[in-house]
């Protein structure tokens, strides 16, 4: 499967090798699928890939779970404060803010995600963190509770 963009032509990898190769002739480059730092670092090249070209919906799938399960329950999303797990880039951040989501901090492993999601969706998230949860003081979680 091939598609043209800014990025050049994007080119899939055969079954179960999971890579993409995009970029300009002559300057064609290779990335596996998880290799996030390296997704993220190219503008729209992860979104281009996962959403657009091969159709990932996880973000919309649960960012509407989430809203059917504050409407069910009567509550106004302008009122929560929700944290964004894996955040990545800001592709989920962008459909909470959709929703209506009152504060929303996102985190995620990769340094980088947090560097993509400013650069390509600045202003989503009220502020983003890079670190392992379970890794984190109870001291450090509880600010992370309180911020406001």
């Given at each position: 499967?091939?598609?043209?963009d800014e990025l050049g032509t994007i080119v899939f990898s055969p079954d179960r090798e999971e890579w993409v190769e995009f970029g300009p002739p002559g300057?064609?480059?290779?990335?596996?699928f998880h290799d996030?730092?390296?997704l993220y670092a190219v503008p729209g090249l992860y979104g281009r890939v996962?959403?657009?070209e091969l159709g990932?919906?996880?973000?919309t799938e649960v960012v509407g779970l989430f809203g059917r399960a504050l409407e069910d329950l009567?509550?106004?999303p302008s009122d929560q404060r929700v944290l964004d797990l894996g955040a990545g880039n800001g592709l989920g951040g962008v459909e909470l803010r959709t929703l209506?989501?009152?504060?929303l901090v996102g985190l995620d492993l990769e340094p980088r995600a947090r560097e993509a999601a400013r650069r390509d969706h600045p202003g989503v998230y009220d502020d983003f963190r890079v670190g392992d949860l379970s890794a984190w003081s109870a001291q450090k979680v509880a600010e992370l509770a309180a911020h406001r």
């Open positions: 499967m091939a598609a043209r300057a064609r480059r290779r990335v596996a996030y730092a390296t996962f959403y657009a990932m919906r996880s973000s009567g509550l106004a209506g989501v009152g504060h």
